[in-house]
DNA sequence: CTGATCGTTCGTCATCGTCGAACAGTTTAT
DNA sequence: ATAAACTGTTCGACGATGACGAACGATCAG
């Protein structure tokens, strides 16, 4: 899958080092052999790695298994804050989901990727698989479109291109003429939704963060599709959306 | 520094990638020449680095300059959820924070440090530097003594070795016998302190955190060393706090 | 327009990452 | 109790490959 490089200076060994990394997290810990024969490598590469990556505090082990190390933890909240949205977005969504009782995010775009930064539930919303440090398709989830519809075409074209438009539900857009018009249409009227098309019975609305014309993230809230399917209680619910957005918008022009 | 081990199988080339993560880290994001004469490494090999690194989305460039990638608030996430603490310690830290006004924090020792897995603020909690991930040294902090306490003596010893006794203030504990000592105390009274060893002004009481008989975390709650003086106040503080460990410990039995 | 600086590309050489075999513990089954 | 079948670990040697300097194109300051 890159041996068709050819002439890239891509590190062989730090890549190892990280496909330990991404075994470790994929089998919640695991010892030198499991690992081993998960990648085909030889047992004593894995150990050099698991030695190197524990030194440096990546890794922990606990008596023959090992785990991802504490450091992540470390190094994951210093990237969270240096986002210049987390500081300002996080009150207002706490904020928005009191108010509408439902679950809102706010995600940023990193690799093609919608990651959430941060979350707050309201009283009556509903369980997810999305927590903070989540990535996310962007094809699928209703922050993610509101920030694929502001980016170039090119760039657009070249996420599509990298993570494809992959199936989840019978909703999920999955070719590329229906998503452009999606994002053309929630372009034009200023917000975007997910009706079930990451995970049946879950709507969300998606609004994006602007900061010097440039978009930058978006919210976006989601609830049950029952309670989120009318035309009538959506008007007041996206205003509440749009004027949080539109209140992050304006801290973030003052800092 | 580390010429000196002689046969250890550890690999240069991933220690190479860490400390340019170290950099990015230390430098708030930074360019590729920047990196290369902080390290001492040529351009190019940074250069090589840095893209390895994107490409797996531990690193994203926006125009020249380097940042840490979201990845890392992913695995990051991941891995401070992984800790069995977490879950039960998160509603107990809550509640303590709330009860007593005052900040609260959950530790667990790793490669000799004490890292903050979940923190909670009271109303009238102070500003600190310990977030969530941030490592700290053990002989200085009211959770890493009561931790420091109950590890084996060897263990102790060479953690003591490995990361000195640094000095912060004219209170902290920087000779071994007199931490040995107050370490024996602590652990026969049940509870242990920090009186303005890290930071000038701020004082901490931590207790130790039980499981199967091995202790594997601690609490602790700061404040100003003006309130947290007098022993008579203490009592109730106290008591407060060894009943929110208590609370833990047993969640943390059936689970 | 010029000089300096940036990030990037490229090809070579010597390093050092990889592997298999042997090691020492630990658990399982007979 | 004993053996067989694991585990993680150590070690040395070979050859792949990571590091470097030089040259590149792009960008910015004066």
Chains 1, 2 share one sequence.
């Not at 790695?49 to 030194?55: A, G, I, K, Q, V």
Request: with cysteine.
């Amino acid at each position: 899958m890159d041996t068709t490089d050819g002439s890239s200076h891509t590190l062989g060994s730090v890549e190892k080092s990280i496909a330990v990394l991404e075994t470790l997290w994929k089998l919640d810990g695991a010892g030198v052999t499991r690992i081993a024969q998960s990648l085909d490598f030889s047992k004593s590469t894995v150990h050099d790695h698991l030695s190197t990556l524990e030194r440096n505090g990546f890794v922990v082990s606990n008596g023959g298994t090992y785990e991802l190390g504490l450091r992540f933890l470390n190094f994951g909240e210093y990237v969270k804050r240096a986002q210049p949205l987390y500081a300002v977005a996080k009150p207002a969504v706490t904020e928005l989901a009191e108010q509408t009782g439902e679950r809102v995010f706010c995600m940023v775009e990193q690799h093609g990727l919608a990651t959430v930064i941060c979350l707050a539930e309201g009283e009556r919303s509903v369980q997810t698989d999305l927590r903070v440090g989540t990535h996310s398709y962007m094809h699928c989830s209703a922050a993610g479109k509101a920030i694929l519809a502001h980016l170039d075409r090119d760039r657009t074209e070249a996420i599509l291109d990298r993570w494809g438009l992959k199936k989840f539900t019978g909703e999920t857009i999955t070719e590329r003429d229906h998503l452009y018009d999606e994002l053309e249409t929630g372009r034009d009227r200023g917000w975007f939704v997910n009706r079930e098309e990451y995970r049946p019975g879950v709507t969300a609305f998606g609004v994006p963060l602007r900061s010097n014309g440039e978009v930058t993230g978006a919210i976006s809230l989601s609830g049950p599709a029952m309670r989120l399917a009318g035309d009538w209680e959506d008007r007041e619910l996206l205003t509440q959306i749009r004027s949080t957005a539109n209140v992050i918008e304006v801290d973030l022009s003052f800092q």
